[in-house]
C-alpha cells in the first residue's frame, strides 16, 4: 500500500505551527500555495490530540495521524497499555492477531515482545498509516493487512491472542450498544474465534449492560471496567475456552490520564459474591457520605463495597453509603456531612436560608437535577455538595455535604 507523501514545505509547516489553533489557519491557507493545508490542519490537529490522549506517539518523531474521527475513536495510550497486561506473559512467545486495527494503538502496545503480530484492518488508508508508523513504534516486523476481520479470521491459523474491538457505528454514523449491532458481530462469530485462540480480548461500549454480555457470550473468564480519571472509558471482556461466563470475575480499574498505567488500582468480584454480600441498610445519615466512582457504579459492586470497607447503604435502590467514621480508603467522592433535612417547605426554607449555591446530585429521587435546581432557585457550584435522595424508610430527603478530600490519584479505585 503506498502512503501518501508529505511535502518538505507541509512538513515544515506542521512543525512550526504545532501548537497553534487550526481554524485560524486554515483561514490562511492562501498565504501558504506551497503548503497542503487539508493535510496540515489534520496533523497538527491529531498531534494536539496526541499530546495528551497518546503521549509516546506525540513524542515519537514522524509519527502520522489519521482523520478526526479515527483519533476520537482509538484507544488512549493508558487503555491499551492497560489490555497489554491482559495477555499472559507465557502466551507472548506465540501469536496475536488484532482484527481490528484503527489507527494501531491498542495493537501497537499489545504486540510488545510477541514472537508474530498481525495488524487487521479494511479501511486501506489507516494500513497505511500503520505500514509507516508501526516500525517507528518498535514493531518492524508487524505484519498488516489490509481486509475484513471476519474474512481473515476464517483463514488464519490457530493464534495465541485475538483482540477485536468491533465498530460502534451503524452505516448512518450514529453511535451503537449492543453486540448484535457491532460490525462484526462477535456474538456471531464467538465460536470461530474460540477455535482460532487461546485466549480472546474483546472491546465492547461501556455503555453495554455486563450481565447481557456475558448472557450473549459464553466462555467469559474476565470482564475489566476501565476508568480513565474517572471517567468510564470501556469494557473488555477476556474469554478462554473452559471458562464459565456466570462465574467470571468483575475486575474494576481506574487508570490515570496519559501513560501511565502502571499505576491504577482495582476492586474486583463476582456476580455470586455480590449477591451474597452483606449489605446493611442506615437507619440514619451518619458523619460521612460517599458515593462510589464510575467503574463500581456500572459494574453493579452495590453490596460488595458496603461489605468491604464497611460502610451503610441508604436505601437498596440509592447507591449512597454512610458511616460514623471516615473511610478514607473508599473507592469514590466521600463527603463530610453538615446538615440534612426533608422537603417539607420549612427545612427547604431552612436550607435555602444557609446555602445560596451547591453542586446538586440526584440519586433515587424523582425530580432531575435541572428540576430540582429550578424549584429551589440554587445556582451552580462552590464549596458545598448538597444530595437529593430516598432514605431507608422511603423518605425523601437532601443532604448538605463538604468534600473530605480528594481521593490519592483522583476518584480512585
Known sequence: MAKKEISPETEAFIREHAEDNVQTLALRAARFPKVNMATAIVQIAARQTARAKLPTWWKTTGVRYPSHLAMEQCSSEAT??????????ELKNGSLTDLSGGFGV?????????????YVERQEELCALAEYNLPLLGLPDAQVVNTDAAKHLEGMSRQSVIFIDPARRDLKGRKTVLIGDCDPDVGRLHDLLMEKAEIVIVKL???????????????????????????????LLVMKAGACSADARIICSNLPTGAASAWHTSFNFTRKEEEEAACPIAAQVKNYLYEPNSVLMKAGAFRMVAARYGVE?????????????????FPGR???????????KREVREL???VKKANLTVRNFP????????????????EDYLFATTLSEGEKAWILCRKVTEPVGGDNV
Open 313 to 329: 447503604k441508604l436505601h437498596p435502590n440509592s447507591h449512597l453509603y454512610t458511616s460514623d467514621q471516615w473511610v478514607k480508603e
Open 367 to 382: 425530580n432531575s437535577v435541572a428540576d430540582l435546581r429550578k424549584k429551589l432557585k440554587l445556582a451552580e457550584g462552590g
Open 334 to 344: 466521600q463527603f463530610r456531612v453538615l446538615a440534612q433535612g426533608g422537603f417539607g
Open 80 to 89: 491499551a497499555r492497560y489490555k497489554a497486561t491482559l495477555i499472559p506473559e
Open 352 to 354: 435555602l436560608d444557609s
Open 106 to 118: 491498542d495493537f501497537t502496545c499489545m504486540a510488545q515482545g510477541f514472537s508474530e503480530a498481525t
Open 205 to 235: 461500549s461501556p455503555m453495554l449492560d455486563i450481565s447481557l454480555a456475558l448472557e450473549q457470550l459464553p466462555f467469559v473468564s474476565e470482564v475489566h471496567v476501565v476508568a480513565v480519571g474517572g471517567e468510564c472509558k470501556e469494557l
